[in-house]
C-alpha cells in the first residue's frame, strides 16, 4: 500500500510540476528597463514597484522582468527600442522625446504649470490622456500615466538670484520649456546628463542646474558642490512619468492583462507621489547641515521667468497644432476646476 501512495503521490507532483511548467511557458514575457537606476527614490524605484506588482497579480500569466537605467539600452534610447520593437516596454518621462514631440512634454511637467492632483485629473478625467495616446499611436507605441511627482525643487546655483538679470550670461542646465524660457531671459542653456551634472557645477562649467525634487538631487551630492538651494520649482510644480509599449506588444496581451497594467500604473502613482514626502523633508535638513542656504525666488523673478514661458508657449502653439491641442486642453481643464482649485 505503502509504494501504492508513494507511486501516486510521485505521479500528482509529476502532474502539478507539468501543469506549472504549462503556466509557465504560457506566460507572456514582458522586459522593461528604467530610464533611471532602480535605487533613485520615485523614477527608478516605480519601475521596480510596477514589476512586483505585476508578477505578483498576474497568477502567472505575465513574466515580467525589470532592467535598471542602461542595461539593455542608453537611457535617452527607450522610445526608440520600444518604438522598434527590441525592447519590450520602458519607464521614462515623455520630456525625454520633447525634441521630437514637442507636445508630449506637457505630459510630463509644466512650467507655471497645476499642482499634481490637477495635473492628474486633467490626464485622467480632462482628455489629456486621450490626446497623449493618439500621439504616440501614431508612432506604434502605447503610453500609460505611470509615475506621478510632486513639485521639484528650483534648482541648484552658485550665485544668489535677487533680480531677472542675475541670469544674463549663466550657464545654466536646463531643457525644455523651462530651459527656453530661461533662455528669453539671458541664461546660457546648456543640456547634460545626469551623471555629467555634478563634475560640471564642481569645475564651473555650469553656474547652476535643475534636477528634480530634494529626494532624488541627493542622491548626486549636489549638495557639495552648490551654494544655494531654490524651492519651490516654478519649472515643474508636478509631473508624469510613464509606462510605454511597444503596440504590437500590447496587442498580443489579453484585456485581463492589460487592464491589470492599467490599474497597477495607477497604484504606482500613488505610491510615488506619497513615498517622497519625509523623504524630501530629510533631504532638505541634510543640505543646510551641509551648509547650502534655502531661499525663494523673488516674486519679481518669478513674474519675468512667467511672461519668457507665456512667450514660449505662444511660439509653440503657432507652429505646432499637436501642441495647439494639448494647450487648449489643458487650459479647459483648468478653467473648468478653478472655482475649486483657486481656493484650496
Not at 502532474?15 to 528604467?34: K, M, N, P, T, Y
Not at 485622467?124 to 509615475?147: D, L, M, N, S
Request: charged share 20%; aromatic share 8%.
Amino acid at each position: 500500500m505503502s509504494s501504492l501512495k508513494s507511486s501516486i503521490g510521485a505521479m500528482a507532483l509529476t502532474v502539478i510540476g507539468a501543469v506549472s511548467l504549462s503556466q509557465a511557458a504560457s506566460a507572456e514575457s514582458l522586459d522593461i528597463q528604467s530610464a533611471w537606476p532602480l535605487t533613485m527614490p520615485a523614477s527608478g524605484a516605480n519601475a521596480e514597484y510596477l514589476g512586483e506588482l505585476l508578477n505578483s497579480s498576474s497568477d502567472g500569466s505575465l513574466n515580467v522582468k525589470v532592467y535598471s537605467a542602461g542595461k539593455l539600452v542608453p537611457s535617452l534610447q527607450i522610445f526608440d527600442a520600444v518604438q522598434q520593437g527590441t525592447l519590450d516596454a520602458g519607464i521614462t518621462s515623455p520630456l525625454y522625446v520633447a525634441g521630437r514631440f514637442p507636445a508630449v512634454q506637457l505630459f510630463g511637467g509644466i512650467p507655471f504649470g497645476p499642482d499634481a492632483l490637477t495635473h492628474a485629473g486633467w490626464i485622467y478625467e480632462g482628455g489629456g490622456r486621450e490626446i497623449w495616446e493618439e500621439i504616440y499611436a501614431e508612432q506604434g507605441v502605447k503610453t500609460i500615466p505611470c509615475g506621478l511627482m510632486d513639485s521639484e525643487a528650483g534648482g541648484w546655483y552658485n550665485f544668489e538670484i535677487n533680480n531677472i538679470d542675475d541670469f544674463k550670461g549663466k550657464k545654466l542646465r536646463f531643457a525644455g520649456l523651462a530651459g527656453e524660457a530661461m533662455a528669453k531671459v539671458g541664461a546660457s542653456i546648456v543640456l547634460l546628463p545626469g551623471g555629467e551634472i555634478y563634475p560640471s557645477m564642481e569645475k564651473g562649467i555650469i553656474d547652476g542646474t535643475e534636477l528634480s525634487m530634494p529626494a532624488i538631487d541627493i542622491t548626486l551630492g549636489l549638495q557639495q558642490v552648490g551654494k544655494y538651494y531654490y524651492l519651490p520649482g516654478w519649472h515643474q510644480p508636478a509631473a508624469m512619468n510613464e509606462l510605454i509599449v511597444n503596440m504590437d506588444k500590447w496587442n498580443s496581451l489579453s484585456e485581463s492583462q492589460q487592464d491589470l497594467i492599467e490599474a497597477s500604473c495607477k497604484a504606482v502613482n500613488l505610491k510615488s507621489i506619497l513615498s517622497t514626502l519625509t523623504l524630501n523633508a530629510d533631504a532638505v535638513d541634510t543640505f543646510e547641515d551641509a551648509g547650502v542656504e534655502i531661499k525663494s525666488f523673488p516674486p519679481d523673478v518669478l513674474d519675468a521667468l512667467h511672461a519668457a514661458f507665456d512667450e514660449t508657449i505662444a511660439d509653440q502653439v503657432e507652429k505646432d497644432p499637436n501642441f495647439k491641442r494639448v494647450w487648449d486642453s489643458l487650459e479647459a481643464y483648468r478653467a473648468s476646476a478653478a472655482a475649486w482649485t483657486d481656493r484650496r
